[in-house]
């Protein structure tokens, strides 16, 4: 019980006192409170109950106006001290639910890595394509370099300067499909002859692969859409010969070393001679199958020397160059090569039948 007559002092002193315990009650709740709380929102809710500008112990500093000067900076110690554990046990525990948080999640994403891998299925190149970039190899390794040519041509470049003008009957035997009076889609890659003789001066050497187009019926051996590479040589003193050496030696990298090749006497407006080769059948070696109608050769390019009139269309002399030329069609090639008995399943992009080459 308080005496007036004991004085303020003593009346500091309990004051003291109960702001002594106040601030041992708060330390031990605070620290009780961290030492439970679970997840480190909770602990940042703690620090601003207690350590906040309108926390708790916050609350206590602001009572200090009623304490002596000579009891201030002892209270003011203690308080301080109650503040420095506090913020120490603060960290200390954030840092602990912060590595028991990423623990947690670590186990929870735990790989096992001793799992067999989920397999991506992987594509290949369609069998046409892998063809084109073999014979693309063979020709490139003697010396020939690739050019393109568009698919959409003029009159001009597909046909006139081939030597076939207008009501030629050679253009009867490429039903053409035309877009305009004078454009066309190229009815063959022999256009790359043309084009590569107006922009190159010889020696040439080049063939031209790609897609061509006729207005065909389909069925088992045509397509309106098919492919062709187109191959140009011109030099000084290119003979026959060449043309011979070059296609033998094409034909036995592609069908292999015992493949027999034939040249027949043909006929096509821009080469004098001309010829159709065959090879012996792949399939029979020579027999006679299915494949070869009971043949046992398969037709699979023409060529020829090209004619004098077409390279004097191109501004080449031909008194003192001469050149040979040939076609071969890809997709008979494709479709001897691996067996396939009908030329529409290399367009039908069925992923049945694509995936077996
Ligand atoms: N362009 C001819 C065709 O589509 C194939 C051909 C024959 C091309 C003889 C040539 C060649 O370069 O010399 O039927």
New binding site residues.
């Given amino acids: 019980m308080l005496r007036p007559s004991c004085g303020a002092e003593f009346i500091f002193f309990l004051e003291e006192k109960t702001m002594k315990e106040q601030l041992e009650q708060i330390r031990a709740a605070a620290k009780s409170a961290l030492n439970h709380a679970g997840i480190e929102q909770e602990i940042e809710d703690l620090r601003v109950k207690y350590l906040g500008k309108k926390g708790e112990l916050t609350a206590i500093l602001k009572q200090m106006g009623s304490l002596s000067a000579e009891e201030r900076p002892a209270m003011g110690q203690l308080v301080n001290d109650a503040k420095q554990e506090l913020e120490a046990l603060i960290a200390t525990r954030k840092k602990d639910l912060k590595a028991a948080a990423t623990e947690l999640k670590l186990k929870a994403e735990r790989i096992d890595i001793t799992l067999p891998a989920k397999m991506r299925k992987q594509g290949h190149l369609h069998p046409l394509t892998g063809v084109t970039n073999d014979m693309i190899d063979i020709f490139r390794s003697m010396g020939f370099d690739v050019v393109d040519g568009p698919e959409v041509e003029t009159d001009h470049y597909n046909f006139e300067c081939l030597n076939v003008p207008a009501d030629h009957p050679a253009r009867d035997?490429?039903d053409t499909f035309y877009l305009a009076e004078n454009l066309l889609l190229r009815?063959?890659?022999?256009a790359a002859?043309i084009r590569t003789m107006e922009t190159r001066k010889p020696p040439i050497r080049v063939v031209c692969p790609g897609r061509?187009f006729r207005a065909d019926e389909v069925d088992a051996t045509h397509s309106p859409v098919f492919h062709?590479m187109?191959?140009?040589v011109v030099d000084k003193g290119i003979t026959m010969c060449d043309l011979k050496g070059v296609l033998e030696q094409f034909a036995h990298e592609i069908y292999g070393p015992e493949t027999k090749v034939k040249f027949r006497p043909s006929f096509?407006p821009?080469?004098e001679p001309?010829v159709e080769v065959d090879v012996t059948c792949s399939e029979c070696g020579g027999s006679g199958c299915r494949i070869c109608k009971g043949s046992g050769w398969i037709e699979i390019?023409?060529?020829?020397m090209?004619h004098p009139r077409v390279l004097e269309s191109c501004g080449i002399d031909p008194t003192v160059y001469s050149g040979?030329?040939?076609?071969i069609g890809l997709d008979r090639l494709t479709t001897t090569r691996h067996k396939i008995s009908d030329i529409r399943s290399l367009f039908e992009n069925d992923q049945r039948f694509l995936e077996q080459f």
């Fill in positions: 035997m490429q009815t063959q890659t022999s002859q061509v062709q187109e191959g140009l096509f821009f080469t001309s390019l023409g060529a020829g090209v040979f030329a040939f076609g």
